[in-house]
């Protein structure tokens, strides 16, 4: 972990200065439209990336062939993520041909790929601006330049190791918010892009987060997601992250959640917390990506199967009723069906409430690219399925042991597909649907569980009289 260096505020207030130059050029773009792909680190950057274009007089345009600016945050973790962002890009073109004042921006971790940004610039010169993960603070400083120099800008930092604080964002939900904790990844899982992409761990200091936490709350949060790669490795000004998450607690701010875990550094104070802390919410995702030593040895993972069943059973010895979460990869190089049924046997043992299920797709640049793989694709199909179905199973009679309880529901939207209805989260992070009128989103309310699907629950409201 290094220690935490920030962007000077002076350079924050240099792109400030950039934000308000962009706003008084009248051929600026009025509007924009960003697509924001892969994880919830991709989500917060998108709200940082929204707070600067509405710095720059630009509204936000919910339809996105209809925006002035287009921001595509990419995300390469897995080819199909990475083919879906240069399928999208490319079509633009199209767009740009109708209309050729249409600005294309494009960031996030598929830029800062070895050689992607060249390749861009060589092959898609449509594109106005490229940027990586790094230099996201720039972002004014590159419109700036696109507009009045009127040629693309292409610039990806190799540097990293900062940490940006005091830009201007955008929030999704003033309910419930994202909390950058950490950023980056030292762990080189072999299969994993992330660490090349994202740059070493980092931490924001803990009075940082704290004010932003504190500010949150003061405009309404209900809820708080601690964000990072592997927020157990977190340290900022010398505090643990199960520090953190205490002095966090006494906010008092109604749920706070953090994700994501990594196994081999979950400590005994985290476990603890389960047990203390009001608010942290019964619910953890903690991957374990494979069921077999050999697997996870050769993942990098730094765990075995036994030491993370130990963990699992004294979370519950805890918190007995935690909800747990995982992501799975299925087919790693070399993988055999012996080895994929201890993964197997693993989420029967675990039981857990849900799991991300990946077929492994190999990433250049990391070692696991290079390992021998002579599992059919086929084989490797058949696997997830296996696993996919096995975990629906497991995760429909978790829903319905919940059916007669009572639930308080943080209620976040407008179901889709039942008018009249809304829907939100249970403590334990499952996703309850009950009648009821927009005027409920953001806050509480207590349900009944009815019956239970697949992935959701429904429930009714339990008007408490008198
Ligand atoms: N930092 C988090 C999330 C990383 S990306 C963590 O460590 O859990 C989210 C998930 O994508 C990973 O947990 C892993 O299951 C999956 N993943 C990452 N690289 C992959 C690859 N090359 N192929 C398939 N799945 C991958
Ligand atoms: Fe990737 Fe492993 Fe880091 Fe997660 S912990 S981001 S899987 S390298
Ligand atoms: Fe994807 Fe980058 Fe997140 S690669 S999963 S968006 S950290």
Redesign the pocket.
């Known amino acids: 972990m290094r220690e935490t260096i920030n962007v000077p505020q002076a350079e924050i207030e240099r792109q400030r200065e950039f934000m308000r130059l962009v706003e008084k050029l009248p051929e600026r773009p009025h509007s924009y439209h960003i697509v924001s792909?892969?994880?919830q680190?991709?989500e917060r950057d998108s709200e940082t990336v929204a707070g600067m274009l509405e710095a720059m007089g630009m509204a936000r345009q919910p339809v996105r062939e209809a925006a002035d600016l287009i921001l595509y945050n990419?995300?390469?973790?897995r080819e199909n993520?990475e083919n879906k962002a240069l399928g999208n890009v490319i079509w633009l073109k199209e767009l740009k041909k109708d209309r050729p004042e249409l600005m294309i921006c494009v960031g996030?971790?598929?830029t800062q790929e070895k050689g992607m940004a060249a390749m861009m610039k060589q092959r898609y010169p449509f594109i106005d601006l490229v940027y990586g993960?790094h230099n996201l603070y720039k972002l004014p400083e590159y419109i700036y330049r696109v507009i009045t120099e009127k040629h693309p800008v292409v610039e990806v930092m190799d540097i990293d190791g900062e940490v940006v604080e005091g830009l201007p964002e955008r929030r999704k939900k003033h309910f419930s918010a994202f909390v950058n904790i950490m950023y980056g990844c030292d762990n080189f899982c072999t299969y994993c892009?992330?660490p090349y992409?994202?740059g070493r761990e980092r931490s924001r200091e803990p009075e940082a987060i704290l004010a932003e936490c504190v500010r949150l709350q003061d405009e309404g949060a209900q809820e708080i997601m601690l964000l990072g790669?592997n927020v157990n490795s977190y340290r900022g000004g010398g505090a643990a992250f199960a520090e953190l998450l205490y002095r966090v607690d006494r906010l008092g701010i109604p749920r706070i959640r953090f994700m994501t875990s990594h196994p081999k550094d979950l400590s005994d104070e985290l476990i603890h917390a389960y047990g203390e802390l009001k608010h942290l919410m019964p619910q953890l995702h903690l991957p374990v990506q494979a069921g077999s030593d050999e697997i996870l040895r050769r993942m990098n993972r730094r765990y075995t199967r036994e030491h993370y069943l130990e963990l699992v059973r004294r979370l519950r010895g805890v918190c007995p009723d935690i909800g747990l979460t995982s992501d799975i990869i299925v087919g790693f190089p070399g993988e055999t069906q012996a080895q994929f049924e201890e993964t197997m046997s693993l989420v029967r043992e675990v039981r857990y409430d849900a799991a991300y299920t990946f077929i492994y797709s190999p990433r250049t640049g990391t070692p696991a690219a290079k390992m021998p793989d002579d599992t059919p694709y086929e084989v490797k199909s058949e696997r997830i399925q296996r696993l996919i179905e096995l975990q629906q199973a497991i995760s429909l009679e978790v829903l319905e042991k919940q059916v007669g309880t009572r639930q308080r529901v943080l209620v976040e939207a407008a179901s889709t597909r039942d008018a009249g209805s809304v829907g939100g989260k249970t403590p334990r992070g499952h996703m309850v649907n009950f009648p009821g009128g927009p005027e409920l989103i953001g806050t509480f309310a207590d349900v009944e569980i009815v019956s239970a699907g697949r992935n959701t629950l429904r429930g009714r409201r339990i008007i408490q009289d008198g």
């Open positions: 792909m892969g994880c680190m991709n990419t995300c390469c973790v993520a996030g971790c598929m993960t892009i992330v992409v994202r790669q």
